[in-house]
């Protein structure tokens, strides 16, 4: 799979930081709101094309960062505007040379890489089985095998034997070639993963550069961390420096 470009990404740029593009309507400027307001009206139009102005401003970024994580849901809900925005978004980061990854949580991978072909990589959810593995060589999927909802413990932290169901299925889904999300940023999920898995590709969101160390070897090598606040920065490349100088804090990539 296409995770192995992810690495010498990676590896090329030094860094494992990642830039997650996807912005909450509540946190765009009131002021680029009101410019897309005068120019399309109210409604789903401006609000769309105010996150396509915001998140190709962010992907200036890319220029230090080795790959684009795109939330799939904050577009979508604008309808086919917001799927255009999110497709151009795609492009747009390729074509800059970052490795595209599209959070859209999934069962049928395929669907969405043709949809966008730009994507190298999308999130899936684990439980319908390999079938969501199932992708061709150059692409890759990321198993959603521990998410941070409040109430996502119900179903992940049911036993399963002797292990918790979520560490089953990231072992699955880490033998049919899948990389691993783990969304809730603790250093002891974090550990556990990359103890029973480990040789996957852990992806890890809302995580503080000490937690994510846990995921590294000793090159520095195996694991990525999205970084959502980047794309909020006045200045999106100094934020990007900055981000990863925090991160060589604790992990060198080699």
């Not at 946190?27 to 410019?35: E, F, G, M, N, T």
Request: charged content about 20%; aromatic content about 6%.
């Amino acid at each position: 799979m296409s995770i192995q470009i992810l690495q010498e990404r990676v590896r090329r740029c030094k860094t494992p930081v990642i830039l997650g593009i996807g912005a909450e309507k509540e946190r765009l400027p009131q002021a680029l709101l009101r410019q897309f307001t005068e120019m399309y009206g109210e409604g789903t139009v401006a609000v769309a094309e105010a996150l396509r102005y915001h998140g190709t401003r962010a992907l200036a970024a890319v220029e230090q960062l080795p790959a684009v994580y795109l939330r799939a849901d904050r577009y979508l809900p604008y309808g086919a505007v917001g799927m255009d925005v999110l497709a151009n978004l795609v492009s747009a980061a390729k074509s800059r040379g970052a490795y595209v990854i599209v959070d859209c949580r999934t069962g049928e991978p395929n669907v969405w890489l043709q949809a966008l072909p730009g994507a190298d990589a999308v999130t899936v959810t684990p439980y319908v089985g390999g079938e969501c593995c199932a992708v061709t060589e150059d692409k890759a999927v990321f198993a959603l095998v521990r998410t941070a909802g409040t109430l996502s413990g119900e179903i992940q932290n049911l036993m399963s034997g002797d292990r918790k169901l979520y560490q089953a299925a990231a072992g699955q889904m880490a033998r049919h070639g899948a990389g691993l999300v783990v969304e809730t940023g603790y250093s002891l999920d974090i550990r556990e993963l990359r103890r029973r898995c480990d040789k996957a590709m852990l992806l890890l969101t809302n995580c503080t550069g000490e937690d994510a160390s846990y995921a590294f070897d000793d090159y520095g090598h195996g694991a990525v961390v999205v970084d959502d606040t980047i794309q909020y920065a006045a200045d999106v490349q100094d934020a990007a420096v900055q981000a990863v100088k925090e991160m060589k804090r604790w992990t060198t990539v080699l």
